[in-house]
């Protein structure tokens, strides 16, 4: 492991400590907070595809989020892990629609059922939704470190797709600096429970 990978997972590991010690109810009311401002986003209201994802665990909790956007008519996909750690895409029907997908190895995660749209559907998105444990003042995201959303972010710039990227965290978690890597590409905005922050 590189110099630079080695202090990543160190982050990792003291971010999803903090995570780990959160009560039930910061969960709840960070989740409300985290609706209302992601909904107030000028690019979010105007979107007619957002990219999002299903938390799991003590993500901050996109569920009122997401229901809402459905709510508004917005059409949204949200991904599906690939056997080989690449997003595939389906639109999101409702919470009933969602299923528990085990993946050796990996987080249990909440997947939507439905056609399966291919990796390039994300290109689609006016919107993206990114998960993250961090993202720093220059908008550099730590994701967990699978790859996946690197896979997707390629995608975007190899089809010259340009959405809005918005990472969502949780306050404490939008910090000074992260170690980075080539091949991660910064967010434009970082959504918190407590408001937003906007990179260059």
């Known amino acids: 492991m ?3 990978g080695a202090r990543k997972q160190a982050v990792r590991r003291d971010l999803l400590a903090v995570r780990a010690a959160m009560a039930d109810d910061e969960l709840a009311q960070a989740a409300e907070g985290l609706a209302r401002h992601a909904l107030a986003l000028p690019e979010v209201a105007g979107a007619g595809t957002v990219a999002a994802y299903v938390s ?6 996109t569920g009122k989020l997401l229901e809402a956007l459905r709510g508004r008519g917005t059409r949204v996909l949200l ?3 690939r056997d080989d750690d690449d997003l595939d895409w389906a639109e999101y029907a409702g919470r009933g629609a969602l299923a528990e997908a085990d993946h050796p ?3 249990r995660l909440l997947e939507p059922g439905g056609r399966r749209l291919g990796p390039d559907a994300v290109c689609e998105a006016d919107v993206v939704l990114l998960p993250g444990l961090a993202v720093d003042a220059r908008g550099v995201r730590m ?4 790859g996946s959303y690197d896979r997707a972010l390629a995608r975007l710039d190899a089809a010259g797709s340009d959405p809005a990227l918005v990472v ?3 306050g404490h978690e939008v910090v000074g600096h992260l170690p980075e890597e080539p091949h991660d590409r910064p967010v434009h905005t970082a959504v918190t429970p407590h408001g937003v922050h906007r990179f260059r």
Not at 143 to 146: A, C, D, I, L, N
């Open 168 to 170: 969502l965290v949780y």
């Open 105 to 107: 190895g990996r987080i």
């Open 56 to 61: 799991v665990g003590h993500e901050p909790g």
């Open 79 to 81: 991904p599906v892990l």
């Open 2 to 4: 590189s110099d630079i």
């Open 143 to 146: 994701g967990r470190g699978g």
